[in-house]
């Protein structure tokens, strides 16, 4: 008999149950992100999204930076002051603040979609750049995971596995969320095919419509002009 050769037996897939575990372990176990630093000209805007499911919680903290050649402790210019505004999908207002070098927001969301925050720095002469710092969580990222574990008076180990719960229920949940946006995606694709196979039948009607029109006109203008 042949001497069967080592590591020749076929590879096993993962279930789906432990591939999603790993993914969950992944990204608990990843680095936390760090705050987002952008530019922003005076008289101008700048605009950051980020996709929200309903009755997810999201905060956000930003803040002024001051420039690269002045202390950390030296106060701001006056003229480096920004405006915020974040709108839902359907364009309410979640959170405002005008003329600010500093603020934070929280809102649990109330609509499925694209929510938007919107920078913007008053018009000055000359025109100065204003540097700030934008940190913007959402979901289980946004859950203050250092209070939880003071209040409830909970050791690492538990917390890390609360936090393992939490992660792997928003992926559940993000799943069902694309399944149900491509529902609607093939909902809308059947709609949009379905009109357009009417739109092509209402089209040929008149397009022959038209023809026996033309054709009734020039038999009875033949007939007129004893031609037939």
């Known amino acids: 008999m042949a001497a ?48 929200i ?22 106060p701001l210019p ?12 359907y364009g309410n207002s979640m959170h405002y603040s005008e003329n600010v070098q500093s603020g934070h927001f929280a809102f649990t969301a109330t609509e499925a979609g694209d929510y938007l925050a919107c920078f913007w720095a008053p018009d000055h002469k000359p025109p100065v ?27 690492m180990m538990e917390i890390e596995l609360r936090k393992l719960a939490d992660t792997i229920k928003s992926i559940h949940e993000e799943m069902y969320y694309l399944r149900e946006r491509e529902e609607e995606m093939q909902n809308m694709n059947k709609q949009t095919n379905s009109r357009m196979g009417w739109l092509g039948f209402l089209s040929l009607g008149i397009c022959l419509s ?19």
């Open 78 to 89: 006056d003229s480096h002051r920004i405006s915020l505004r974040v709108t839902s999908p």
């Open 210 to 228: 038209v023809a026996g029109l033309q054709l009734w006109h020039l038999k009875t203008f033949f007939e007129r002009k004893k031609l037939l």
């Open 129 to 155: 750049t204003v540097t700030f710092e934008f940190d913007w969580k959402s979901g289980v990222t946004a859950k203050d995971w250092p209070n939880v574990a003071k209040k409830g008076q909970v050791d």
């Open 53 to 74: 499911k309903v009755d997810s919680m999201a905060v956000g903290k930003y803040q002024i930076v001051g420039p690269d050649n002045s202390s950390p402790d030296a």
């Open 4 to 51: 069967r050769r080592a590591g020749s037996s076929a590879p096993r897939w993962l279930p789906p149950s432990a591939l999603l575990l790993l993914l969950a372990v992944l990204l608990a176990a990843s680095p936390a992100a760090r705050a987002l630093r952008f530019d922003l000209e005076s008289g101008h805007t700048k605009c950051i999204s980020d996709e």
